[in-house]
């Protein structure tokens, strides 16, 4: 099974700052991986899509790049509304599906 | 507008069954990939089973296998999702998910509906 690592686990930071999440996979998975934002008591959001897709709708301060093993999820000038839970989530093999455990961004 | 919405969920005791239904609304519901992806109380979500748009093919987490059955209605424009043999670790807020065209990223979700095996 693909296992993904996400870091960090917490990230503080402050309106107006650039911050980066790191997803590692346990093997090579292409482009296949997701970045999701998700706030308390709602749905996963889909934020980037083959790992550098901006998906319709999502502001272009998020971007996302990467490929293999290491992806980065990166906000440029983090907005009050974009404090939330980030996960990332690789689609290798429609018969396994693996989410990271999360980075929660703090103000 | 494109909609998931889920219903079904609710307390059960382990070892019981329970049934989960996603009615989906706004786009073309039969040439879409689907998604059951549950997320348990302050735990990253979890990738439940797929199922193809025409119901063929099925997969599933290994946890499930043998317990769980996902299902599809397209002339209904459902998702159903068979539970059965419940365990306390089953407890979670199950959502409904929308494969993406050509992808396997999950573009839609619905509001989820909290399932809660508990003696």
């Known amino acids: 099974d693909i296992q993904m690592t996400q870091s960090p686990s917490t990230l503080s930071a402050s309106v107006g700052d650039r911050v980066t999440i790191t997803c590692r996979a346990s093997q090579s998975i292409s482009n296949w991986l997701g970045w999701y934002q998700q706030k308390p008591g709602k749905a996963p959001k889909l934020l980037i899509y083959?790992?550098?897709s901006l998906q319709s709708g999502v502001p272009s301060r998020f971007s996302g790049s990467g490929s293999g093993t290491e992806f980065t999820l990166t906000i440029s000038g983090l907005q009050p509304d974009d404090f939330a839970t980030y996960f990332c989530q690789q689609y290798n093999s429609y018969s396994q599906y693996t989410f990271g455990q999360g980075t929660k961004l703090e103000i | 507008e494109v909609q998931l919405v889920e219903s079904g969920g609710g307390l059960v005791q382990p070892g019981g069954s329970l049934r989960l239904s996603c009615a989906a609304s706004g786009f073309m519901f039969k040439s879409y990939w689907m998604s059951w992806v549950r997320q348990a109380p302050g735990k990253g979500p979890e990738w439940v089973a797929n199922i193809w748009e025409e119901g063929g093919q099925k997969y599933y987490v290994d946890s499930v296998k043998g317990r769980f059955t996902i299902s599809r209605d397209n002339a209904e424009n459902s998702l159903y999702l068979q539970m059965n043999s419940l365990r306390d670790e089953d407890t979670a807020v199950y959502y409904c998910?929308?494969?993406?065209?050509?992808?396997?990223?999950?573009?839609?979700w619905g509001q989820g509906t909290l399932v809660t095996v508990s003696s």
């Open positions: 083959e790992a550098s």
């Open positions: 998910a929308r494969l993406g065209v050509g992808s396997g990223s999950l573009d839609i």
